[in-house]
Nanobody
Framework: QVQLVESGGGLVRSGESLRLSCAASGLRLESSNVAWFRQAPGKERELVSCISMSSDGRTYYANSVKGRFTISRDILKNAVNLQMNMLNAEDTADYYC????????????????WGQGTQVTVSS
């Protein structure tokens, strides 16, 4: 099957870290632009981070996570990771990865595959 599967979510305390993984099957993820989104109850879905296809490799971060989160590729595992440090309560949300047309402009609104999501809860 062609799919994305997120993992790594959980419940942590404020200031702790988590590493999320977006693993692909049925496609070479390095050939795709991959974005991480999150959505909390009562809030709109927001773009958290994005990494361009490996030939480009540019990254994007929302201002709210810049300096705390790092997106990267694990080529051998056909995955994209999101290292989340210094977590706080505002980071509590369901996190999703998706292939997108582009990380820039409005290209991140043109979706390909979506994962099922992984829940991140930060207590403070």
């Amino acid at each position: 099957q062609v799919q994305l599967v997120e993992s790594g979510g959980g419940l942590v305390r404020s200031g702790e870290s988590l590493r999320l993984s977006c693993a692909a099957s049925g496609l070479r993820l390095e050939s795709s632009n991959v974005a991480w989104f999150r959505q909390a109850p009562g809030k709109e879905r927001e773009l958290v981070s994005c990494i361009s296809m490996s030939s480009d490799g540019r990254t994007y971060y929302a201002n709210s996570v810049k300096g705390r989160f790092t997106i990267s590729r694990d080529i051998l595992k056909n995955a994209v990771n999101l290292q989340m440090n210094m977590l706080n309560a505002e980071d509590t949300a369901d996190y999703y990865c998706a292939t997108v047309r582009s990380c820039y402009g409005m290209g991140y609104t043109d979706f390909g595959l979506w994962g099922q999501g992984t829940q991140v809860t930060v207590s403070s």
